[in-house]
């Protein structure tokens, strides 16, 4: 059974929140973004408590589906009980820590994502509608919602070796009516009204449904990676501030 809270208050109902603090997977995540030795709890980086988890990845990481492709992915990935609706509010927060040392590299890196539902596996475009990426040193986050994608925000600055504090209240909406807020370390980063969802021209059923992944998934490279990730919350929110 999920581990689901009922904690509530009169804007937001905690869904479900995990803070690693057990020594194996939460069944709110699947296993099957990451092989063997890909997920790890650990006690040596942590946000809050005693534990958060770390994902690593290496060349040649490969799940069974992707095997001869040029993927390589650690990934914890919503469980499909757990999908967010269309035209329904949310509230996902999370810390990431990227380690001193990570490569710095332009190779593809997606560090946390949001991919609408493809029921019938053909869809196009198949990028993430919402991701945290990585690349050259610099943390940026974008949307997609046709073949074009958008950059909302991006980090010049380091961001190594700090925990990264997200909130994002968001409602995914294939009409003008979505809402994207995303604050870091308690500062406001992205105020985004407009469409957050693909339409039904791109293969996806309406209403969407949507889920929520983190971890390393890049492109094939030599460099190892490391990151780690804690203290994550999903609630549904009555509203959206904005």
Not at 41 to 48: G, V
Not at 91 to 109: A, H, N, V, W
Request: proline content about 3%; some cysteine; overall charge neutral.
């Amino acid at each position: 059974m999920l581990s689901v809270s009922l904690i509530s208050c009169s804007t937001e109902k905690v869904i479900t929140s995990d803070s690693f603090e057990q020594d194996s997977l939460s069944k709110i995540w699947t296993s099957d973004k990451f092989i063997e030795g890909g997920f790890l709890i650990q006690a040596e980086k942590t946000r809050l408590g005693e534990k958060a988890a770390m994902l690593q990845v290496k060349q040649g990481d490969q799940i069974e589906e992707e095997k001869g492709t040029h993927f390589e992915r650690a990934e914890l990935k919503e469980s499909k009980k757990l999908m967010s609706a269309e035209y329904e509010n949310y509230s996902y927060k999370f810390s990431l820590m990227i380690p001193e040392g990570f490569p710095e590299t332009d190779t593809r890196l997606v560090v946390a994502q949001w991919k609408q539902n493809c029921r019938s596996g053909n869809c196009d475009p198949d990028n993430p509608v919402l991701a945290v990426r990585y690349e050259s040193g610099q943390l940026f986050i974008t949307l997609q919602t046709d073949k074009k994608r958008q950059e909302l925000f991006r980090q010049k600055k380091s961001v190594l070796n700090q925990w990264l504090d997200f909130s994002f209240d968001v409602r995914f909406s294939r009409k003008n009516d979505g809402v994207l807020l995303v604050w870091l370390n308690n500062q406001q980063i992205i105020n985004f009204k407009g469409i957050t969802a693909y339409a039904e021209k791109f293969g996806y059923p309406k209403p969407g449904e949507f889920y929520f992944k983190t971890g390393l998934y890049r492109d094939t490279m030599k460099e190892p990676m490391s990151i780690y990730f804690d203290e994550y919350k999903k609630s549904a929110l009555k509203k959206l501030s904005h």
